[in-house]
């Protein structure tokens, strides 16, 4: 979207020789790349590349063996970890993870309190103004439940809901946030067509309507090279190719690294 502007500034999130360990298993190797605020960033390869093991280093839920994460210019690894939450960094799982015996509207909730460090010191000394913190919260979790078409959900129970459906207030719960950047790990996964058409529009939306910057997991290439404005692909570990979505598509090492994947996910 921003196609002729110089990038200025310092990058939104930039990762620098990267490097995790399982025991033997080297899971990213030296892997570098820079988010730029305002773009849609894809990251692709096959399972097992370690692109949730990047997601994982940037939610500091895995610690890096050796390389840096800056995020707005700022170590991620020098930080206390529960500075995390207000940082500006929301994400999906790919594996869901939201309160099933929860409210569609309670679960959303919980994702715009990691924001409220404010109110819960006004809590904690019963100073005025909970009230507007709690009333503002609620405003933003039905916006974002408007936003998601999720209205005729808000008040049933997640664990009862389609799982396309849940997907969607995963999304509203990690938007609530009001992050800056937004991981989405394998949001097309376990959709039926209908649902995935849409995502790719809502994916769009999120960063053009609420500005948030899209660092993307996908498996459905439809979709990546639909939306994004960039792709990085990794394989085993370590980053083969980056590029606008027709470069790393022809790019030689990415079509070999795909052919031995099944055509499920290749498609
Ligand atoms: P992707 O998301 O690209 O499919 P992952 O990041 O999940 O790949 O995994 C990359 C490699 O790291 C795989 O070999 C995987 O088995 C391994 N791995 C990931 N997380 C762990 C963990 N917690 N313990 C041991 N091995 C792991
Ligand atoms: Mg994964």
């Known amino acids: 979207m921003h196609s002729g502007v110089p990038e200025s500034g310092q990058p939104l999130l930039s990762i620098s020789g990267v490097t995790v360990r399982f025991g033997g298993i080297v899971a990213l190797d030296g892997v570098s790349f820079d988010v730029h605020r305002g773009e849609i960033c894809a990251l692709i390869g096959p399972n097992g590349a370690g692109k949730s093991t990047l997601f994982n280093c940037l939610s500091r839920l895995y610690v890096c063996d050796s390389g840096t994460i800056a995020w707005n210019g700022q170590a991620l690894n020098q930080l206390p970890r529960h500075r995390m939450a207000g940082l500006g960094i929301g994400r999906t799982f790919q594996n ?97 067509h209908e649902e995935l058409h849409s995502l790719g529009a809502l994916i769009r939306d999120i960063r053009d309507r609420l500005k948030v910057t899209v660092l993307l997991v996908e498996h459905h290439m439809g979709l990546v090279m639909g939306i994004s404005d960039r792709v990085v692909a990794l394989n085993f570990g370590k980053k083969i190719a980056e590029g606008t979505p027709a470069q790393v598509r022809q790019h030689p090492e990415v079509i070999r690294a795909y052919l031995g994947e099944s055509e499920e996910t290749a498609s």
């Open 96 to 192: 869901l993870a939201l309160f099933k015996t929860m409210t569609v509207r309670e679960n959303v909730l919980v994702g715009s309190h990691s924001q409220h460090h404010a109110g819960f010191l006004r809590n904690a000394f019963r100073l005025p103004g909970v009230a507007q913190v709690e009333a503002l919260a609620a405003a933003k979790a039905d916006e974002l439940i408007e936003f998601l078409g999720l209205q005729a959900e808000a008040h049933r129970v997640v664990g009862d809901l389609p799982f396309g459906t849940q997907k969607r207030v995963e999304l509203a719960r990690a938007l609530a946030s009001q992050p800056q950047l937004l991981l989405l790990d394998e949001p097309a996964c376990g959709l039926n």
